[in-house]
């Protein structure tokens, strides 16, 4: 075994012995990528099969930060393909998940700031950058997505999908 990964071995087991949070074996100020398959909005899409695309627009200005659509209504089992584009001067997060598990993870953010996603269901943009984000929506229910940058959503970058 190389040094750095002995290292890197030794570190880990100092974070879990700390009882420190760990994401896809990376610290909280790494990139982050949520244990699990399951998603409460669905699952990731299939580019094979066919998608609707919807354009999200993110922006920022005085004392406002929202989306462009902030709802959207699609049918169950619908493929979304979203482009999303960060139009603003700040970094945004497009995360999408039940209001509950926003919450948390909200509350994650609020602890570390600087952590950064590699989710199936999330994507975070530097200013002036665009992403897309294929989603398949196999539950019903009504979703959120939002940019859980610490005060972002409290600024107003939430919006809603009704999934019907």
Known sequence: MSRRLAVAGLSLAALLAAGLPIYGGMSPIGAVAHTGSTFAAGE?????????????????????????????????????????????????????????????????????PEMEHEEPNGKRLEPKKSAELLWRFTKSGTFEFACLIPGHYETGMKGIVTVK
Do not use: C, W
């Open 44 to 112: 990731p899409g299939d580019a094979k099969q066919p998608f609707r695309v919807i354009e999200i627009t993110m922006t920022d200005g005085p004392g406002t930060m929202s989306y462009t659509p902030d709802k959207i209504d699609v049918r169950r089992g619908e493929q979304v393909k979203f482009v999303l584009k960060n139009t603003g001067y700040l970094p945004h997060e497009f995360l999408l998940d039940s209001f509950e598990n926003n919450a948390k993870h909200k509350a994650e953010m609020a602890k570390n």
